[in-house]
């Protein structure tokens, strides 16, 4: 009987350690992708550029496109950081998912 116990609390807490875990890897990737949209926004608005807050994002959004960055080189500049950009948070966001569901899907069939 207590073993049965024992194993049903820790069936929910592995249940719950996993969804927890699943959750924070897609929020990591809906905060990249908003930084970049949000860098795509500020480039096709003209944002100031002197501005600390555009230029942390900036900063943060060049980091975080990685080998996105010079993928597509079309002669309007905002052109390319919205097809670049814009690139890279679809990819995050796949990634994310596809991440979060494998985490959910292979915590459930270690519980079984």
Do not use: C, E
């Amino acid at each position: 009987m207590a073993t049965s116990a024992v194993t049903r609390r820790f069936l929910t807490v592995w249940s719950q350690a996993v969804a927890v875990l699943a959750t924070a890897v897609m929020y990591v990737a809906l905060a990249v992708a908003a930084v970049l949209i949000l860098h795509i926004a500020l480039v096709v608005l003209d944002a100031n550029g002197a501005n600390p807050i555009v230029t942390a994002v900036r900063r943060l959004a060049d980091k975080l496109v990685g080998p996105f960055a010079q993928l597509f080189t079309p002669q309007d500049a905002k052109q390319q950081v919205a097809i670049n950009y814009g690139l890279a948070a679809a990819v995050y966001l796949a990634a994310g998912g596809a991440v979060s569901r494998g985490i959910r899907l292979l915590g459930g069939r270690l519980v079984r």
